[in-house]
């Protein structure tokens, strides 16, 4: 008899173990039970290209608030082997609180990563994990240089190799309708002046109700060092910066894509502004393309020889072309493009809206009231034609904000000007030039009952 009873409580014994056993949690299941809801939400991994910071965004995606203490950011990589790059110390990240750690903050990372091999990234602890981004089974491709790994939507399941980042802001793919339609054409040279004392200008255009800034493409390719601060400083203010081509425009002159002579297309002209896009978008992150010179200077119509080769068919193809580049990463870019303000400009021009308008996302009429004498009634109609022929697409005022002599205008001068276009049906205002005049407050423009 007792020896039935011993070996029944070896068997409980056994059974109490062997559940204890089932039950028990592994690493991760603690550390996730400890951190639940947080998540590594973006990852810009440059440590590849030189003078470019690595940083990481951790997200706080539970209705909980979270302590950060005991947590840490660990690499693994072909040089490091779960080595704890980051360690949050104390703190607490509230309900969709986010922090953004990096190689040029203090605490920060301690060492870069890359993004053109293998590496897991892990969010936890010395024992455990509650999130975990593996390169070659979620994102094997190398990250654009000043891109980042995005979950989109933020906080979501799904990655994305973004051309460009949301540092500190929800991941999503940006929209052009939803900033304010007030924009500025800069050059390259109005970046220095922009960004002096801690971009004071920029943040007062901001506070002023701008929101897009159309940037000169030599600032991409000739001042690139000045360039990608510029991006970082406009993108963290909340500007959409868009890469401002010369499509038929080269070394100061005129590049028409058709060779009078021998009646053929210069293919040369369309690939070298599909690299130039190429170059704003992935090496600088660019929201959008937009077109000057797209067109010919005059007498259009002495190019036009055949179905395929005539000018507006070249205009047409450039705007394709862009917008097919644009499309093709499948993230919001936007197109635009300038026009001459003369309606009906085909032959000389060879700008056709209703053609142009089917590719391009915004025109913009350079309705100098100024250069072109103008009246508001002139105005309101010039820009009525636009938006009446342009197919699909938005039509933005394209305005000077100084007089014939070159003199600046008044905030107010400038302001009567803008509420001139603002009769015609014309859903947005570009601004020429930085430097030249007082920028009016444009916040509540459009909000205008009369």
């Not at 309900?95 to 990372?109: D, K, N």
């Not at 200077?297 to 205009?315: C, D």
């Amino acid at each position: 008899m007792k020896m039935k009873i011993c070996k029944y409580i070896f068997f409980l014994a056994a059974v109490a173990m062997c559940v204890f056993s089932c039950q028990k949690k592994t690493p991760d299941e603690i550390v996730s039970e400890a951190y639940g809801g947080l998540v590594i939400n973006e990852i810009a991994a440059h440590d590849e290209i030189s003078g470019a910071d690595s940083w990481v965004e951790i997200l706080n995606t539970s209705s909980n608030e979270v302590s950060l203490e005991g947590l840490g950011l660990y690499l693994k990589d072909e040089y490091l082997n779960d080595k704890c790059l980051w360690s949050a110390g104390t703190g607490k990240l509230a309900a969709g609180e986010r922090i953004v750690v990096s190689t040029a903050t203090e605490p920060g990372l301690s060492t870069g990563i890359i993004s053109n091999s293998e590496f897991v990234l892990r969010l936890g602890t010395g024992e455990g994990s509650v999130d975990k981004f593996v390169r070659s089974e979620i994102m094997p491709e190398a990250q654009y240089n000043r891109g980042s790994y995005q979950r989109i939507p933020d906080g979501g399941d799904t990655w994305r190799n973004m051309t460009y980042s949301t540092k500190g802001r929800a991941n999503e793919i940006f929209d052009w309708k939803e900033p304010l339609p007030n924009a500025i054409w800069m050059w390259s040279s109005h970046m220095e002046p922009m960004m002096a004392d801690d971009a004071a200008i920029m943040k007062e255009y901001w506070r002023l109700g701008y929101r897009h800034l159309l940037l000169n493409s030599a600032a991409f390719t000739n001042r690139p060092q000045e360039a990608v601060p510029f991006m970082e400083k406009a993108e963290e203010i909340g500007f959409a910066v868009h890469g401002w081509i010369q499509a038929f425009y080269k070394g100061g002159a005129w590049n028409v894509p058709i060779d009078k002579e021998k009646k053929t297309i210069k293919e040369e002209v369309f690939a070298d502004m599909r690299e130039l896009g190429r170059l704003c978008i992935e090496d600088f992150g660019v929201k959008g393309l937009h077109l000057d010179y797209i067109r010919w200077p005059s007498k259009a119509s002495q190019y036009n020889f055949t179905k395929e080769v005539n000018s507006v068919a070249a205009v047409n193809r450039a705007c394709r072309e862009t917008r097919e580049l644009c499309d093709s990463y499948d993230e919001g870019l936007v197109t635009s493009a300038a026009l001459m303000p003369e309606p009906n400009t085909t032959s000389t021009y060879a700008q056709d809206p209703s053609q142009m308008g089917k590719y391009i996302q915004i025109l913009m009429p350079m309705c100098y009231r100024y250069s072109y004498g103008y009246s508001d009634a002139g105005l309101v109609n010039v820009m009525n034609w636009f938006c009446k022929n342009s197919a699909d697409a938005a039509v933005w005022s394209g305005l000077q904000t100084y007089d014939k002599s070159t003199t600046g205008l008044s905030a107010d001068a400038i302001l009567s000007d803008i509420m001139a276009y603002r009769e015609s049906n014309a859903t947005g205002i570009v601004l020429f030039r930085f430097g030249l005049g007082t920028f009016p407050d444009v916040n509540n423009i459009w909000n205008t009952t009369d």
